[in-house]
């Protein structure tokens, strides 16, 4: 099965390790040359791109790449001066991903959070029409995932096709438009999240009680539940929940089923 992504996409590639994910997005980046299949980018066959095709592309793997002795400024302006295209204003793309404090500190002084922001903003410096990212949130607070997460969900909104490989299932289910689980080097499905927490979940809510109990009730008999009304009008119903699966619990089940 192969897989397409279109402009203004946010595609996640999830799987276990090893499941292959590293080496798709080695053979996108060009980084791994030597493959079987059939490859196209940006209206091309990959291989039939030359070194222009890394003006169009930017790259966000999880281990952050910058030059330790230079400021998070410059080192943004130093990856800049490698495209001959248009580039993004340094200070603008700090402030973007909240480093603006930082903009004078060496790359040595940041933490792995702000090293990773800095490697995202690297990867937009460019204004690349395909993003690849690896981990986007890795070493993120809450507070700064949402901030990277409304980032790269930017930078879908103005056209670029974003293909994402993460473990955090939080994030693909709030980030992507559609995931692939990727099984021992095939594609096992792709849907929406959506679509996946639907398929994969019961039709129906949890009640849970006042005093810790639980009560599940099918889609089909809500209307007819004479006693969870009656514990309703009591007030006996501290929250309701659907049914439907996470995306974690379909990762769980779609890998366990192709392993």
């Not at 279109?6 to 791994?32: H, I």
């Not at 009680?209 to 007030?235: F, I, N, S, T, Y």
């Amino acid at each position: 099965m192969g897989f397409t992504v279109g402009r203004g996409e946010v595609f996640g590639f999830l799987g276990p390790s090893g499941a292959g994910k590293s080496t798709a997005q080695k053979v996108l980046t060009r980084l791994l040359r030597r493959y079987r299949g059939e490859v196209g980018v940006l209206g091309r066959r990959l291989e039939e791109w030359g070194r222009d095709y890394f003006e169009r592309v930017g790259v966000g793997f999880e281990l952050p790449a910058g030059f330790g002795r230079l400021t998070a400024r410059e080192n943004l302006a130093a990856f800049a001066s490698l495209y001959r295209g248009p580039v993004e204003d340094p200070v603008e793309l700090l402030e973007r991903v909240d480093l603006a404090g930082a903009a004078d500190l060496r790359l040595s002084e940041l933490s792995k959070g702000m090293r990773m922001r800095l490697n995202l903003a690297r990867a937009l410096v460019n204004r690349p029409d395909v993003l690849f990212l690896d981990e986007p949130t890795s070493g993120q607070d809450p507070v700064r995932a949402a901030l990277v997460r409304d980032v790269v969900r930017a930078a879908a909104d103005r056209g670029c096709a974003v293909f994402l490989t993460t473990h955090d299932m939080a994030t693909a289910d709030l980030l992507c438009d559609r995931v692939a689980f990727v099984v021992r080097g095939r594609i096992a499905a792709v849907d929406s999240p959506r679509g996946f927490r639907l398929r994969h979940g019961r039709p129906g809510i949890v009640a849970e009680l006042r005093g810790g109990g639980v009560r599940e009730v099918a889609a089909r008999a809500l209307a007819d539940d004479a006693e969870l009304l009656g514990l309703l009008r009591e007030g006996a119903v501290e929250t309701l929940h659907t049914r439907e699966a996470s995306l974690a619990d379909v990762f769980t089940e779609v890998t366990r089923e192709r392993l």
